[in-house]
């Protein structure tokens, strides 16, 4: 069967000049002149019969095809260069750089590393851990796990997983009774607040209609690896995702004392950086493995 493909030239032209938004950016990533680069994406357009780009005076801005057009054709070049990198490999221990939030890093990734190592053992892995799921966002690492929304100026943003909220406390800790009488005695117990999600007790609360709490004792932690190693410690139950309770259920003695689900707005994300051009293929290789363990994984 013969493929109707417009050359894989003209492709990666248009790929880096929507990137870039600019000829000129996108002749730099290729070595190629602006000149060229223009021919090229004049070329796809009239092989594909509609324009991509809207040309203004000192820069390009994509069409509504273009812009449909763009997330195919970037997900087909990574993939190519990932497959290739995959099968042919990487000529000698590379590395990749990833930053992810310390829970994520921990209670989600930790265990699955290994097999992206015995997967790729040419690929090291510098692992960087964060607190805060808003901070900054860095243009030196390769990839970045980030909780939010999705929107991070200069990053492709994939979602990796969205989950809902659980509460755990210790094993011994309301064991009996009513879900609302569980609940009250975990609120006299001791609560542990996790920042950014204050609300979250008294969504509990309020699902069974019970009045605000008001605990003998809280804590209010920055992170839910915290809230979790509290929580095993004794020091008062917490609320921290599904998949994060899940893992410290198996590592510390602690359990989901109620069947009660609180909705999350964000979710995680996996970011790749944009305005340093492609991504390197062994980081397209963790990326893609990543994905596929986000699809598959619990």
């Known amino acids: 069967m013969s493929r109707r493909m417009p050359p894989l030239n003209w492709i990666k032209a248009f790929e880096a000049s929507a990137r870039h938004l600019s000829f000129t950016g996108a002749a730099r990533d290729l070595n190629l002149t602006s000149t060229a680069v223009s021919h090229q994406v004049r070329q796809l357009e009239g092989h594909l019969g509609q324009p991509l780009f809207d040309r203004l005076a000192s820069a390009l801005r994509l069409t509504e095809l273009g812009a449909a057009y763009l997330p195919g054709v970037t997900r087909a070049l990574d993939d190519l260069e990932a497959t290739t990198a995959r099968l042919f490999g990487q000529g000698g221990m590379t590395s990749v750089t990833l930053r992810a939030t310390i829970s994520f890093a921990s209670l989600w990734l930790a265990p699955r590393l290994p097999r992206f190592q015995a997967r790729f053992p040419g690929i090291d892995i510098l692992l960087f851990s964060t607190v805060w799921a808003a901070m900054e966002t860095s243009q030196s690492s390769d990839l970045e796990v980030r909780f939010g929304d999705g929107g991070w100026p200069g990053f492709a943003a994939d979602q990796l997983w969205h989950d809902e909220s659980v509460i755990i406390c210790h094993r011994d800790v309301a064991r009996r009774g009513s879900p609302r009488q569980r609940l009250e005695e975990l609120a006299a117990h001791g609560l542990i607040h996790v920042v950014g999600h204050e609300n979250h007790w008294g969504e509990a609360f309020r699902a ?30 917490a609320i921290v995702l599904r998949r994060f309770a899940r893992r410290a259920a198996e590592l510390l003695p602690l359990r989901l004392p109620l069947d009660l689900a609180l909705p999350v707005q964000q979710s995680h994300f996996l970011l790749t950086p944009q305005e340093r051009g492609p991504a390197r293929p062994e980081a397209l290789l963790l990326r893609q493995w990543l994905l596929e363990e986000a699809r598959t994984g619990a």
């Open 208 to 237: 069974l209609d019970l009045p605000p709490p008001t605990p003998r004792r809280s804590l209010r932690v920055d992170n839910s690896l915290a809230a979790a190693n509290l929580a095993a410690a004794g020091a008062g139950a």
